[in-house]
């Protein structure tokens, strides 16, 4: 587990091993959000019921044992990739995306890969500047997005991190 302390909240992040009504709650908030400013086509999120399948690690992120954001890495042949992130509005600005991020960068080495990857959406820009911020960097399609035709990918920004 880690804990962080952030304007005198205690903050964890712990991987999550099975549904929980917490987790179905911030990830109906993040759709609900991602459907707000894109058609289904460009929605590339995992769905709830496959968060935690083997290649999946699923983490929530609690501010004094209430859930306030996830995130997760899907693991590919040779690449990690960040999916499901997201901060209840409320709580954004207090360095609560960075922690996740961080422990996804803890997994993804702890699992053996280097490379560490994400899609987000041209309306997201307060994610596209946290993932510069912790250092992504932008990238062509990778993995699926590459076969995709732009219907489906259009609205989609990509960035990868090296992280061994």
Request: proline share 6%; glycine share 8%.
């Amino acid at each position: 587990m880690h804990q962080l302390r952030l304007f005198q909240v205690r903050v964890t992040i712990e991987r999550a091993y099975e549904l929980t009504p917490d987790i179905a709650d911030l990830i109906g908030e993040l759709d609900q959000t991602l459907a707000a400013s894109y058609p289904p086509e460009q929605r590339h999120g995992i769905p709830l019921e496959r968060l935690f399948e083997p290649n999946v690690r699923f983490f929530l992120a609690c501010v004094d044992g209430a859930a306030v954001g996830c995130g997760a890495i899907a693991l590919f042949a040779d690449y990690a990739e960040v999916k499901r992130m997201f901060t209840k509005p409320a709580m954004r600005g207090r360095g609560l995306a960075r922690g996740v991020l961080a422990r996804l960068e803890e997994e993804t080495r702890s699992a053996g890969f280097a490379l560490l990857r994400l899609e987000t959406g041209i309306f997201q820009p307060d994610a596209v500047h946290v993932y510069e911020a912790y250092g992504f960097t932008r990238c062509e399609p990778f993995g699926p997005y590459r076969d995709m035709p732009n219907s489906a990918i259009g609205m989609s920004l990509y960035y990868e991190k090296r992280v061994s």
